[in-house]
Every structure is written in structure tokens, then in C-alpha cells.
């Protein structure tokens, strides 16, 4: 991740009082502002951490040197250290790991981004890679039958099956008039997740062979990433509440079906297809799988570590110059900072103009997103709570992607709400028996602009103010949709957008990176290969969107420098 600081020794001793202050503060809901000391849930291997903080000595003969230890990061770190390259893995926060964080307070454990995992099942491909790159070290658990459940207003609701049979046959019984119509749909999903193979596969490719590619498999078949979702019910005939159903997932990539590009949604139905699954352990589990190989092959990983500038020397990438003002040179550099972090805040002059990089800069992010995080006790599981994931609809409104906080009388148009201590067989509830629940919904970035600027730590009355009525808010949403659950409730706290804008540089707050339009995925520029040699990029801004995706383009970033890679994807 990159870091604003400039430099100079002024600079370096505001970076590393910023670092301590990182290290005290967090946002809290409700009452005058309170920076507790975060109790981060670290990862470890025998009880040793598989990190340590940045030094200017970090030595040198680096095969590649990857920026932020997100998944995407993470994964093609892992991946090219089991074939033997040494990598350096450089995480601006204080702990390594991204949106696979865990964190805690007053007892209770939050699982920071990884809530419902696809594919994971024994002998599906992203599981067996999960496999090579971890050594098998991470356990996945399923969340069972249903795995969602969406809530619609006048006592609609529908449940999402574990087998993509199940999910057909709960379809017909319950749109039986559509029967011919499900079926046409689910063709075009079909045939829009196997064109994404090839897809991605050309990604990794040097671009005049992805231009080539691209367009004879436009010429074979249709080009579902040009297509949006909207496009495909409107031309299938989906109608009425039906059209709601089947894009009922649009939460788990952030645009709504007039905006998203149908390829998306086809491969979120097959990511689903057998069901999600959660890590045994919590999230960090993932962190201790992938971070551990980096360190078995001579490489390290470094945290409170923020890049300044990738180096260019005679046209090509040879390093990065960190915001204390040292230099670490490799033989290649891989940005997992964010697409838009990348050609904003790395890349230098002229670079960061390039044509390019003004392709990448005009696509749009993804929504900007609230988390509340909560804490019960006693049995959530006999008031009504499970490891299936709720999705809570308060209105038929397709086109609404976000929720309109300024209007004092609205109400969030979607919440997502997870139980992930209820998902891990690993937690233990105490005799308070204790247990977690996180509330996600998705506002404009422009409630939280006019605080973007100010210092965490003393922030305005009026943004906390503003949380403290968000708060409420939601409370009272939550308290009318699951009495039985909330009536456990003893604490919760708020992020807001500024929340990941501060700790993971997500651009305003996004939760999923570049927005999922068509536009996105037809940029030939968002790849792992960048114009500038030895320069690549990896994450979910460089193939699709989620945890998974982050894996997959973790992958495909690192056959390039190591074609035996592509073996591990078949």
C-alpha cells in the first residue's frame, strides 16, 4: 500500500507517530469520541509471528517485491515462493493480510472482509489451489443448507440452497409460471462462466495475444463482460419479483443489475453453486497459510512498511522507494495496492500520466460500504440467528444501489448481516457465551467527504454525531427484522468508508475496488502485465471481484514470472 508522507526526517517522524497513533486508535460508535487500544488478532505460526516491522536494511537480491499484503498480494507472494523465488511482501498497516484481518474488543472477535467463501468444496479448483499454495494448512467448513437467506418487505422470503440443483428446483416451485424462462436465464449463465476461463487466461498473456484472443472469442460467442444483467432478464423475459431473486447477489460485488456486467453475476451463481464456506479459525487462517510459505523460501514479509514511489530506471520497474526515504530493489515489482492506487500514488511522473493510467483512473469504484460490528450474549442460534448469511431487503427497488443516509426517514434499501462466530466450529462462547455479528450496507461516499481530511484521532463532533445517527439507524432496522436476536446485543461499534480509506487506502471507502460494469471488465489495461516492464499488478482489480478472485489473479500475476503456475489453474 502506498502512504502519503513525503520525505525528510520530519516526514519520517510524523510517519512513525502516525504508525503509534494507528496502533491506539479506532472509530467508535455512540457517546464522545474513544480510542481504545486495538487487540488485532495476529497471524502466527507456532506462536511466533509471520511478520515483522519494516528496517531500511531489508537486504537485497529479491527476486520480486510485492506491495500490500491483501489476498491478491499475499497469494501471488505464496505462489512464487513455493517454486523458489525469495519475495519481499511490504504491508503499509501494522499487521499483514488486508481484508483477512481480524480484530477484537471487550472479548469479542471480528472477521475484518471474509464472510462466505464459493468453490471450496473437496476437488474444485479454487480449493485446490487454496491447497498448493497453503500445504492443505487451511480448513474450510460449510456454512450448511441454506447458505443465504434473503429477506424481502411483505413477508417475501426465499432461501438459497447449497447444490445448484436444489436452488433450479426451489425456482420452479416458487415462479412456476417462469419455468421456460429460468431455464433460458441459466443457459446464459452458463455459457458466461465458461467464457471467463478464457478470459482470464488471456489476462496473463501479453496484450496484442489478449486483444487477439479477445477478439476471436468474441467472434465464437457472445461477450457476456460487455453485457449487463439487466440486458439478459429484460431479453430471457424475467419479470416481476423473479427478476429480483435471481440477481439477488449483486450485494457480493457492489452494482445493481442496470450497471453490473452479466458475467459477474453468472460467476457469483457458480461460485455459489455447492454452497459457501467459511475458514476454520476465522479469516486469519488464511493470512497464516499464505504468509508462511513466503517465509520458508527465504523471502519476508514487512508490516508498517508504506511505499513512497515504484522506481523506474531506463523504462522499467527496478524497485520502490519506501516513505522513510530507502530503497529496495528486485528483479520485478507487483503492486496489490489497488489498480487506482497504483497509477494515483505510485507510479512517478511521466508514468502516472500515460494514457493508460487515465484508462485505469476513469472507471469508476465500487459502492462505499458501513460495517456495524456487533456483540451478543447469550444463545443468538435458539433466538433465530445461524451461519447462513441474511440478506434484508427493504424494498423491490432493483436500481437502488446505495443507501440515501442524508434523508433523515430512510431506511437501508439492504443489509447484510453475518454471524461468523456462529460459522467457525473453532470459537469458543465462554460461559457468557458470546458470539459476533457484522451489518453491512452500502452508502454514497458523499455523507463522509466533507470529514476525509481530519485526523482520526480528533475528529469533528459532526462526523461523530453522524455516526452516532447511522447508528441508531441501523439499530432500529435490525431491532424490527430479528427481535429475538438483538434483544442479546451488548455492544457494537461503526466503521464507516473513512474506516477502509484509512487502514487499507481503499479509494472512497470502496469495498470492492473498481466498480463491476462492463467497463471494467473490458479495460485491456486492468491485467497483470502493465506497459512499463517488469512492473505487474495483482488483486481483484486485475480479474474479478472477491476473496477468490483476489486468489485466482494472485495466481495468474505469478505465471508470468513463473509459467509452471499455469499448472496449478487446470
Same mark, same amino acid.
Not at 500445504?135 to 413477508?155: E, N, Q
Not at 441459466?186 to 489478449?210: E, N, Q, T
Not at 446505495?402 to 439492504?414: F, G, L, M, R
Not at 463532533?461 to 427484522?481: H, M, N, P, S
Given at each position: 500500500?502506498? $502512504? ?57 537480491? !529479491? ?46 472477535? !471480528? ?22 499454495? /497453503? $500445504? ?10 441454506? #447458505? ?10 426465499? @432461501? ?25 436465464? =441459466? ?84 461460485? =455459489?453453486?455447492?454452497?459457501? #464456506? ?24 514487512? /508490516? ?26 528486485? @528483479? ?7 489498480? &487506482? ?54 424494498? !423491490?427497488?432493483? @436500481? ?6 442524508? @434523508? ?54 459532526? #462526523? ?16 424490527? &427484522? ?7 446485543? *451488548? ?25 463491476? /460494469? ?5 479495460? &485491456?489495461?486492468?491485467?497483470?502485465? /502493465? ?8 488483486? *481483484? ?30
Amino acid at each position: 500500500m502506498v $502512504d502519503r508522507q513525503g520525505r525528510g526526517s520530519s516526514d519520517r517522524m510524523r510517519l512513525a507517530r502516525r504508525v503509534r497513533e494507528e496502533i491506539r486508535t479506532v472509530e467508535c460508535s455512540g457517546g464522545p469520541p474513544r480510542y481504545p487500544r486495538p487487540m488485532t488478532i495476529l497471524p502466527t505460526r507456532g506462536g511466533a509471528r509471520l511478520y515483522r516491522p519494516y528496517e531500511p536494511d531489508v537486504g537485497g537480491g !529479491w527476486d520480486a517485491v510485492v506491495i500490500g499484503s491483501g489476498m491478491g498480494g499475499m497469494c501471488c507472494a505464496a505462489a512464487l515462493s513455493r517454486f523458489g523465488r525469495r519475495v519481499l511482501l511490504l504491508e503499509q498497516h501494522y499487521v499483514p493480510g488486508g481484508y483477512t484481518h481480524m480484530f477484537a474488543r471487550r472479548g469479542f472477535h !471480528w472477521d475484518v472482509g471474509v464472510h462466505a467463501l464459493g468453490e471450496m468444496g473437496e476437488g474444485e479448483l479454487p480449493r485446490r489451489m487454496l491447497d498448493w499454495l /497453503t $500445504d492443505g494448512s487451511v480448513r474450510m467448513v460449510p456454512l450448511g443448507d441454506p #447458505y443465504d437467506r434473503f429477506l424481502y418487505p411483505d413477508g417475501f422470503e426465499i @432461501d438459497f440452497p447449497s447444490t445448484k440443483q436444489a436452488f433450479r428446483a426451489v425456482l420452479a416451485e416458487r415462479f412456476p409460471e417462469q419455468a421456460e424462462n429460468i431455464a433460458a436465464y =441459466f443457459r446464459c449463465v452458463g455459457k458466461g462462466a465458461r467464457g471467463a476461463h478464457i478470459y482470464f487466461l488471456l489476462k496473463s498473456l501479453p496484450r496484442w495475444m489478449d486483444v487477439a484472443g479477445s477478439r476471436v472469442a468474441s467472434w465464437l460467442g457472445r461477450d457476456w463482460w460487455g453485457t449487463t444483467t439487466e440486458q439478459v432478464l429484460d431479453e430471457v423475459g424475467i419479470e416481476g419479483r423473479l427478476r429480483n431473486v435471481l440477481s439477488a447477489q449483486w450485494g457480493y460485488f457492489g452494482s445493481v443489475p442496470r450497471a453490473s456486467s452479466f458475467a459477474m453475476q453468472a460467476l457469483v451463481h457458480c461460485h =455459489f453453486g455447492n454452497g459457501a #464456506y467459511f475458514p476454520q479459525g476465522g479469516s486469519k487462517s488464511l493470512a497464516e497459510g499464505l504468509l508462511a510459505p513466503v517465509l520458508d523460501a527465504g523471502g519476508d514479509v514487512r /508490516t508498517k512498511a508504506p511505499v513512497e514511489r515504484i522506481l523506474i530506471e531506463g523504462g522499467r520497474a527496478v524497485g520502490v522507494r519506501m516513505a522513510d526515504g530507502s530503497e529496495v530493489r528486485a @528483479d520485478w515489482v507487483i503492486s496489490a495496492a489497488g489498480a &487506482r492506487n497504483t497509477v494515483d500514488r505510485l507510479l512517478p511522473a511521466p508514468e502516472r500520466d500515460a494514457p493508460w493510467a487515465g484508462r485505469v483512473r476513469s472507471i469508476g469504484d465500487s459502492p462505499s460500504y458501513l460495517c456495524l460490528n456487533l456483540g451478543f450474549e447469550g444463545d443468538i442460534a435458539a433466538a433465530g440467528a445461524s451461519p447462513a448469511n441474511l440478506w434484508l431487503m427493504s424494498n !423491490w427497488d432493483l @436500481d437502488q444501489s446505495e443507501w440515501n443516509v442524508e @434523508d433523515p426517514a430512510s431506511i437501508p434499501h439492504i443489509l447484510y448481516v453475518s454471524f461468523p462466530s456462529l460459522k467457525d466450529p473453532d470459537h469458543d462462547p465462554g460461559p457468557t457465551r458470546r458470539h459476533t455479528g457484522e451489518c453491512v450496507t452500502f452508502i454514497p461516499w458523499e455523507a463522509v467527504r466533507r470529514w476525509e481530511n481530519t485526523d482520526i484521532r480528533t475528529r469533528e463532533e459532526g #462526523y461523530e454525531a453522524f455516526k452516532r445517527d447511522i447508528t441508531e439507524r441501523l439499530l432500529a432496522c435490525l431491532r424490527e &427484522r430479528l427481535p429475538g436476536v438483538m434483544d442479546l446485543l *451488548v455492544h457494537h461499534e461503526l466503521s464507516t468508508p473513512l474506516t477502509a480509506e484509512y487502514f487499507v487506502h481503499a479509494s472512497r471507502g470502496a469495498i470492492y475496488g473498481l466498480e463491476a /460494469t462492463p467497463e471494467r471488465f473490458t479495460c &485491456r489495461d486492468l491485467r497483470p502485465r /502493465t506497459p512499463i516492464p517488469r512492473l505487474l499488478m495483482t488483486g *481483484v482489480d486485475s480479474a474479478s471481484i472477491g476473496v477468490i478472485s483476489a486468489m485466482a489473479s494472485g495466481m495468474l500475476t505469478a505465471s508470468v514470472l513463473e509459467k509452471r503456475a499455469y499448472t496449478k489453474m487446470v
